[in-house]
């Protein structure tokens, strides 16, 4: 049996072409060291400013389109108790061997809510902590970025068999958290060692010599940190990972963040599901109505949304 993705926030088909840009110019933005030629930018400083208030802006621009295909009160609601529940989790572990608690869940409520919920997870999540801990700084729009694509790809993932869900989703939390570390260290890089040190950033080196430079650097200074994220990434996800899932699965089930639309004929026949006709009436297809009165949508109640009634015109588990 594989498992469902209910889609809580919805990326149109425009939205996903801005997500595709984002994607690039964040990777421009995260390579800057490769890609800027040398004395393009008055300081080493300049380039990530730069490209990090043109990820707040890419990141707002995004947000506005998804939230354009339309967030509904309850997966606001569901966004903003997450952020909060991340916004406090991370305090926990920030700042203690590379410890990270807050990549788990991002990893699953981006695999049940969906890429759009996982990436404005992702934004706001990390944007709420970093005003609880004090964290804002020029590496925010960085880590916000890094953090909604983790969520996003979370929800990306395909259908899996329920006994090889939660093992996959934690080889995934534990690359991401390794990803993660890689990509953010190329914002700092070039002006946080000594320019004489072997693994310093050199402006006009080739690519290949500029690139074992950095690989040596990480190695040297942030893959221990970056293991502690994954181990407790990965670990999280294979403890509470099943109980976790099936919480965001209920919630999901009872919010119904996809109804289905369906109609009731005044003369109590049977139910039919699908949208409004273009000419104004109901559709009807498969309804028991035959003199062409356009049927009323009937809200479905909570204990059944069959079409069953006991009494000529009466709507079961709902309001006509």
Same mark, same amino acid.
């Given at each position: ?10 990326? @149109? ?9 984002? %994607? /690039? ?15 393009? +930018? ?8 730069? +490209? ?47 410890? &990270?608690?807050? /990549? ?44 909604? /694509? ?31 570390? /890689? ?7 070039? +002006? ?92 009807? &297809? ?15 109640? @909570? %204990? ?17």
């Amino acid at each position: 049996m594989t498992t469902a993705t209910r889609v809580a926030v919805r990326i @149109p088909g425009r939205a996903r072409i801005v997500v595709a840009l984002a %994607a /690039f110019i964040g990777l421009v933005a995260f390579t800057w060291p490769f890609v800027v030629a040398p004395g393009k +930018f008055g300081s080493s400083y300049a380039p990530p400013l730069i +490209f990090g208030a043109l990820l707040i802006l890419v990141l707002g621009v995004v947000v506005a389109e998804i939230s354009a295909g339309g967030i509904d009160a309850k997966a606001l609601a569901m966004l903003g108790v997450l952020s909060a529940v991340n916004a406090g989790l991370r305090p926990l572990g920030a700042g203690t061997a590379g410890v &990270e608690t807050v /990549f788990f869940v991002l990893v699953l409520a981006g695999r049940v809510f969906g890429p759009g919920f996982g990436f404005t997870l992702g934004c706001t999540s990390l944007f709420a902590s970093a005003l609880l801990t004090g964290g804002v700084g020029p590496w925010m729009p960085y880590q916000m970025f890094g953090c909604a /694509f983790v969520g996003m790809l979370a929800g990306l993932l395909p259908g899996l068999r329920r006994r090889w869900e939660v093992p996959v989703l934690a080889v995934y939390g534990a690359g991401s958290g390794y990803l993660f570390g /890689f990509l953010l260290n190329l914002s700092f890089w070039p +002006f946080s060692t000594d320019p004489n040190s072997s693994i310093a950033y050199l402006p006009g080196l080739p690519f290949t010599e500029q690139w074992h430079r950095y690989l040596l650097f990480d190695l040297a200074t942030s893959l221990g940190w970056d293991t502690g994220r994954a181990v407790t990434t990965g670990v999280a996800v294979l403890v509470v990972g099943p109980a976790v899932l099936t919480v965001f699965r209920r919630a999901a089930r009872r919010a119904n963040f996809e109804p289905v639309v369906r109609f009731e004929s005044p003369d109590g026949s049977a139910a039919t599901e699908g949208s409004a006709a273009t000419d104004g009436s109901a559709a009807t &297809e498969g309804s028991g109505a035959t003199g062409g009165t356009p049927e009323r949508p009937v809200e479905p109640g @909570p %204990a059944t949304g069959s079409a069953a009634h006991d009494l000529p015109g009466a709507a079961a588990g709902g309001r006509v």
